[in-house]
């Protein structure tokens, strides 16, 4: 069991190295997507009432990033640390990002955060 488990996480380190050795081989060729980030009611007063921003980006991650640097007031409003801040969840063209940050996006997603439901 203590070796699958092992396993398991070599495979996902793996698996995020290579999706970070695409996203900057797609960034060097352009090939990024063109996203936009819609910004949820709730933190709009805190970017003068924008609604959303286009960002180049090939990973949910990469496009918080680009948010925070276009808008600074959203640093750490949505992310926190290596993960989706807790109390949100992200769709990407209307599906929830399960991978979080790692979610890849295709040409001209349309990203969306909604307050997280909890319960079971």
Avoid: N
């Amino acid at each position: 069991q203590r070796d699958r488990t092992r396993c398991g996480c070599a495979d996902a380190q793996l698996a995020d190295l290579a999706a970070e050795v695409v996203a900057s081989d797609q960034r060097e060729a352009g090939l990024a997507a063109m996203a936009t980030v819609h910004i949820p009611a709730a933190l709009r007063p805190s970017c003068d009432g924008r609604t959303s921003l286009e960002v180049e980006a090939a990973t949910l991650g990469e496009a918080l990033l680009a948010l925070e640097k276009a808008l600074p007031a959203m640093r750490q409003k949505l992310r926190h640390e290596e993960s989706i801040a807790p109390g949100w969840a992200a769709s990407i063209d209307g599906v929830i990002a399960s991978q979080g940050l790692r979610t890849r996006l295709a040409a001209e997603s349309h990203i969306y955060f909604h307050p997280a439901i909890g319960g079971g």
